[in-house]
């Protein structure tokens, strides 16, 4: 399902966790035009109309497609969007990213020295809970409709349900992951006045868990659902990753559940490696859903976003680069955001991508040293994302992409599969480990000229390959927090620790810090340590 801009308007309890929600929200409006709870389901289409605006969460910023009605304040709504917030928690503080703008808040991502005044910091939190209080919505509002429904309806909006509940339990995994200690509500705590409560990490790991596995029956079975939707094979991803990182969540590894769920997508007959790596991230990626499991629909005609993959890709482009003609993006780059030099040398030996063709990256006129971090032609830009389709057409927009972002793929779950595997899980199988690695890099290299050996296959190949494989895709500051690397000085990059071959930082980076703003309102957070 592509999304539309023109999901349907409404208003819902609760803006944001912290926010007391009216009690006389129940009262029908005197306007028949205004849309309100007590009339949001009038109609059978509505409820399908409510859970495109729980997808469309993940992509757009407000009800007036690219710009206006904006559900967060700030000065630019572009970055109160999802995909952007979440996307530079998750690769600016890395070595995958460094942005050249000077923005205070991006500088002190990749710095290493954020507080809980961080403006990012802050739209990130705002994004999930308002999210989460959208989901909650829906999930409670379906359920006091529910005993009325009948026949197909009633077995729709059980599916609908149940996808509501993938998508909170997906922005509660992001909260949980950014960070730790939360403020928690679901559909079971009436509106009202109140303040949430903060529930524990590792609980929370337990609640995320449970629902996962709750809605598995209800939802469509793998690569049945309309397109952009999620189904079981989605839900086993999520619980994969889940378990994959279970030890930095709670302190005890799960790693034989990981492959528990890695092995129903692998076993589903439903999935394949599209043959060419670099169609999976072009304007018509949305043709390889053998590969990509469950996208971000970005549309630059239904679903305008400047924080969607149009924000990757624009701020992707510069220098020389001819933003139109290679990347379908006619209104010019905004020379934001490219590689650091660690990365790329350390990840691939040859970055022309001549051998392995997932070095996509551009390098004319770009120094690979970055000595001043603010200058765009300083570092090698990632090249992988583009609005231009595998026929070598400009997307449908030439600003706003319609590239989908490929938020599950089966090349991470071949990962998840192989280091679960590697790190001890029963039921792991090493020759079948072996073989999806090497399964990978056959595509990359198309021949088997960098496979490798079971010797070679150990966790810091692991690390590497992850790199060279999910790069960009926003999986980089989690794979390196549970590899130890993030902070300290076991893996150093350019200007991390704002030093310009990189030094160790504090550990408490490991977790980003509650917004100062919200520890003021809601009295029952405490601040994470450290901060």
Known sequence: MKLHKSILSIFLL????????????DVKPKDPKIIS??????????????????????????????????EISAPDEGTTAFLREYWSAQEATTDECINAWGDGGLV??????????????????????????????????????????????????????????????????????????????????KPGAYLPKQIKRAELFAYIESELKAILPALADAGTNEYARADKAAAWALLSRLYLNAEVYTGQARYTDCITYTNEILN??????????????????????????????????NSRSYGDMTFIIHAGVGGSQDAANDYGIASGGWAGNRMTSSFV??????????????AIF????????????????????????????????????????????????????????????????AGGDAVKALKLINDLRTRAYGNTSGNISTAQLN???????????????????????????????GLLWDWKGNVITGTGTDARYNIFPIPASDLLLNTNLVQNPGY
């Open 108 to 189: 002190e991502y990749h710095g290493h020295n954020w507080s809980d005044q961080n403006s990012y910091v802050k739209l990130m939190y705002q994004r999930l809970f308002i999210n989460i209080s959208y989901c909650n919505e829906y999930i409670r509002s379906v359920n006091d409709k529910m005993s009325g429904l009948d026949g197909s309806l009633k077995a729709d909006v059980t599916r609908y349900q149940a996808e509501a509940r993938f998508l909170r339990a997906y922005f509660y995994w992001c909260a949980m992951d950014l960070y730790a200690n939360v403020p928690f509500v679901t559909e079971a705590d």
């Open 268 to 301: 589903s007959g439903k999935y394949a490696l599209n043959a060419s790596y670099p169609q999976l991230f072009l304007a018509d990626n949305h043709k390889y859903r053998q590969e990509i499991i469950m996208p971000i629909a970005c549309d630059g005609t």
């Open 362 to 425: 551009y390098t004319k006129n770009q120094t690979l040293t970055i000595t001043h971090p603010t200058i765009f032609t300083e570092g090698y830009i990632s090249a992988k994302f583009k609005n231009i389709t595998s026929t070598g057409a400009v997307g449908s927009n030439s600003t706003f992409a319609d590239t989908d972002f490929p938020l599950i793929r089966l090349g991470e779950i071949y990962l998840n599969y192989v280091e679960a595997t590697v790190r001890g899980g």
């Open 459 to 489: 966790l810091n190949f692991l690390l590497d390959e992850r790199g060279r494989e999910l790069y960009w895709e926003g999986h980089r500051r989690t794979d390196l927090i549970r590899f130890g690397k993030f902070t300290g000085s």
């Open 345 to 358: 040398t350390s990840k691939f030996a040859d970055p022309s991508g001549a051998t392995d063709k997932r």
């Open 37 to 70: 709870s007590a009339t949001v389901f009038d109609s059978p289409e509505s409820y399908k109309q409510f859970l495109a605006k729980l997808y469309a969460t993940l992509s757009l910023t407000g009800q007036k497609g690219e710009f206006g009605a904006a």
């Open 14 to 25: 609760s803006a944001t966790l912290i926010t007391a929600c009216k009690k006389d929200l």
